[in-house]
């Protein structure tokens, strides 16, 4: 059975349709990411799979035994407050709350599972640092153990890069990768499309035309490349 079924899915904000007629599955060990022009309803859709957001129409079922409180998630750093005033170990292990009932106090498993993921990112030596003194990388590896004190199973990410310089771009999506490899299901929203041909399995197009598909059938059909095109020519004139 699959993860995530998306069945005849329109999304929006009222009655405003923003997307309509998604039909399309995500597997265990998918790593789908979500492209299309800036504000073609990428982070709505993200939202809605969040549960923050109610379809307009169809639905989102969750199957492979993922409850939907086990989504881990890293939002756009345009959405964190940079300033938070809590510690790096705070912040990771404020991604267990999902799992805790109006609980104050963390278990002991839970500070493990913190320590544990904190080693994974490589910051331990950061865990007790004020999470406003770190750097955008460095904040995205705190964010991403948060997200892995959520889950085990599926991480969404809304552009994990963006702000952040080429060697750092480059070792997150090189983390984000060696995730997907032990087993975690991906899906991000990129506006880099480079990226998103070299590490994921599928490839979800959104706006006036929409494809969902596996990365080899994008570049195959007219959405594709005509997208690619584009992204070329911008990048020539940038
Ligand atoms: P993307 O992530 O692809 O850039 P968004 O999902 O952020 O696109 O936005 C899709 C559309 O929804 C845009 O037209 C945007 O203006 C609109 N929109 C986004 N957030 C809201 C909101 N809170 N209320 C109403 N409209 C919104």
Do not use: W
């Not at 405003?16 to 599955?25: A, M, V, Y």
């Not at 929203?189 to 070299?198: E, P, T, W």
């Amino acid at each position: 059975m699959a993860l995530i079924t998306v069945s005849n899915l329109s999304i929006g904000y009222d009655s405003r349709e923003i997307l309509k007629d998604l039909d399309f599955q995500i597997h265990m060990g998918d790593y789908l990411c979500i492209v299309g022009e800036n504000g073609s309803g990428k982070t709505t859709l993200m939202k809605t799979f969040l549960g923050l957001k109610d379809p307009i129409d169809g639905q989102i079922l969750f199957g492979d035994g993922l409850h939907p409180n086990e989504i881990g998630y890293l939002p756009q750093q345009t959405l964190i407050q940079s300033d938070f005033p809590a510690s790096v170990k705070e912040i990771v292990l404020s991604g267990c709350l999902g799992h805790s009932k109006n609980r104050i106090f963390y278990t002991k498993e839970e500070r493990l599972l913190a320590d544990k993921n904190i080693k994974k990112m490589g910051i331990s030596h950061l865990k007790n640092q004020s999470f406003s003194t770190l750097s955008g990388g460095q904040k995205q590896r705190v964010l991403l153990a948060r997200a892995l004190c959520a889950t085990k199973k599926i991480i969404l990410l809304d552009e994990p890069v963006a702000g952040l310089d080429p060697r750092v771009t480059s070792d997150m999506y090189k983390l984000i990768h060696d995730l997907n490899k032990q087993g975690i299901t991906i899906i991000m929203i990129s506006h880099d499309v480079g990226c998103a041909l070299k590490y994921a399995s599928h490839i979800l197009h959104i706006g006036e035309n929409t494809f969902f598909g596996t990365k080899k059938e994008y570049l195959q059909s007219n959405v594709g490349r005509i997208f690619l095109a584009e992204q070329e020519e911008y990048a020539r004139n940038a």
